[in-house]
């Protein structure tokens, strides 16, 4: 097995070896982390986890981040671009690049910290030591099973890298094995982690409460029927529960200017719970941030040849979404005439004049060295957010629709707009008040004291836009509405490219009539779109991989009721 035998072993040799030159990585010579001198004090710990936030997840975020979350989410488009148009266009293979990529990435990330665990359990130090270390280890592997189970359904779970390295050939678990596994390495990171991070940009409990709040919301809509209309109860509590606890605690709260959330400055806010810690100026592979190379439009923001977003934009559908006034349009999206004081700061700011018939992407686009030192050629050291309390406000008020929810799609008159679930709407007053606050903090009003599933979906949408997100909404609700999801899906004109302009005195986006809609091939909307193909190389390596699911000895009992009773 390819990435088993070989990506496996190099990664597990030498990850541990890594260390970057920055405060968040330790800059100590770790050259000898492997063997019977490691292990034996905290600040061993410590160094063996530093890794497990940047390099092993570097795969994922590099394309893959955004590609499958907006660009399969139909936030973004790029025609040209074979590491999203494969998945915009539902018409990946095992072999698409960034796919196989990100399956490598989960599980080295997996790996590594089975490796760390177990390095941890062995290691010659104080046991009362142990626990909060092997927490951060299991918050980590926990993260990258759920996005396996999410896109594969099926895969392997393991615990023990030696052994997987030694017998690759084995079946995978069934996809509800997976989030029972998910879910118990998360609560085990909730019990054990600190109340507080013991380092910037390191995990704590409430990062772990938060990712169980997505965690259980989205276990609270799978069943064995895609259709069924309803939810567990029992976890959508839950869902609630571990929010509250994100939700309460004074230590986290909302930025108070959006736009501010994605500049280098701002990296491990108090919004922040769980983000990729990038490096500055490092000059080690896989230790930067390089979603700018992808996003920027052109070498005059970034100062250097690596800006290749010149056709990287977004789909019309996800611009009409935006009410008048909403503030995070133009902190996601550069329209013609925005200006923007923080990029190319030597010429007194930006004023993008690229395209009036497209927006490009301005999230995660930070602009050159002459706007931050931090910056260098081809990478920047900005945090890649993998779960904010935005979100987790928003966990709260989708968990708040309950357990029976009957959604449907349709489509404005105008053919711009697609909708979800219109018909049911959430009266909940602490959900009501988080639902209030996301958009008090976008500069829009909020009416009346309830909202619909679709207003929460368009919520979604918007505050998440561009942070990968968008899609693993989709196969939640697919979970328990699918034929709904479907042609919500089928409703966005997949197959349709519609010429627009922007025009910068109205704020708004509208089709040019001057220009026919041309159409390109798209995949088949079915079932089937909800799962990935594995990567060729695992099927041709463990061809057991496609066969049954074969369930999970589980060695250790749930500890739900101890972090929530």
């Not at 490598?104 to 104080?126: D, H, T």
């Not at 928003?394 to 697609?418: M, Q, R, W």
């Not at 909307?525 to 999970?552: C, D, R």
Request: with cysteine.
């Amino acid at each position: 097995m390819k990435t088993n035998k070989y990506i496996y072993s190099c990664m597990l040799a030498f990850s541990l070896l890594f260390t970057g030159c920055s405060d968040f990585l330790d800059s100590t010579d770790n050259s000898n982390i492997a063997g019977d001198n490691f292990y034996q004090t905290e600040e061993d710990c410590k160094a063996a986890t530093a890794p497990l936030y940047s390099k092993v997840w570097f795969h994922f975020n590099d394309k893959f981040y955004y590609g499958m979350g907006d660009g399969r989410g139909y936030n973004l488009r790029a025609p040209y671009s074979d590491y999203i148009y494969p998945f915009t266009d539902l018409n990946e293979s095992g072999l698409t690049g960034p796919l196989v990529q990100a399956w490598e990435s989960f599980y080295i990330v997996v790996q590594q910290a089975n490796k760390v665990i177990n390095g941890i359990k062995g290691g010659n130090m104080s046991e009362s030591i142990k626990p909060q270390y092997i927490a951060e280890a299991r918050f980590m592997r926990g993260v990258a099973y759920y996005y396996l189970a999410m896109l594969w359904g099926n895969v392997i779970l393991n615990e023990n890298s030696d052994e997987l390295v030694a017998n690759p050939v084995v079946a995978p678990s069934p996809v509800s094995d997976v989030y029972e596994f998910v879910m118990r390495d998360l609560e085990y990171a909730a019990k054990y982690l600190p109340e507080t991070s013991y380092a910037t940009g390191r995990v704590n409990k409430y990062s772990a409460f938060a990712m169980l709040s997505r965690i259980y919301l989205t276990y609270a809509g799978y069943s064995d029927n895609p259709n069924s209309g309803t939810r567990n109860g029992e976890y959508l509590e839950l869902a609630k529960k571990a929010a509250m606890k994100v939700i309460e605690n004074k230590n986290f709260g909302l930025m108070d200017n959006y736009a501010d959330l994605f500049k280098i400055e701002n990296n491990n806010n108090k919004e922040t719970l769980f983000a990729l810690q990038w490096v500055a100026k490092s000059e080690v592979y896989g230790e930067s941030n390089t979603i700018q190379n992808y996003f920027a439009y052109g070498s005059d923001v970034t100062g250097t040849s690596k800006a290749w977003g010149g056709a990287t934009v977004a789909q019309p559908n996800a611009i009409w979404e935006y009410e008048q006034g909403d503030a995070r349009r133009k902190a996601t999206w550069m329209a013609y005439g925005d200006f923007y004081s923080e990029l190319m700061s030597d010429k007194g700011g930006l004023t993008f004049e690229y395209s009036e018939s497209q927006l490009n992407c301005k999230k995660y686009v930070c602009g050159s060295n002459k706007d931050n030192s931090n910056i260098t050629e081809g990478s920047t050291p900005i945090d890649t957010y993998m779960i904010r309390l935005g979100e987790v406000y928003l966990n709260y008020a989708e968990a708040a629709f309950g357990t029976s929810i009957s959604l449907n799609s349709g489509k404005s008159a105008d053919d711009t707009k697609v909708t979800l679930g219109t018909n049911l709407s959430c009266d909940d007053p602490t959900a009501f008040e988080l639902y209030k606050a996301i958009r008090t903090r976008a500069g829009l009003t909020t009416k009346g004291s309830s909202f619909t599933f679709d207003d929460l979906r368009r919520e979604r949408r918007l505050e998440l836009c561009l942070e990968g997100q968008y899609w693993y909404d989709m196969v939640r609700w697919g979970y328990f509405q699918q034929q709904a999801v479907l042609n919500y899906i089928t409703g966005q004109k997949r197959d349709t490219n519609i010429p627009v302009l922007w025009d910068s005195t109205t704020q708004t986006l509208s089709e040019d009539t001057s220009k026919d809609r041309t159409q390109r091939s798209v995949g088949n909307v079915q079932a089937s779109i909800f799962l990935l193909p594995y990567p060729e190389s695992e099927t041709v390596q463990n061809p057991l991989l496609k066969g049954a699911p074969v369930p999970y000895k589980f060695t250790e009992e749930r500890i739900t009721d101890e972090l929530f009773n």
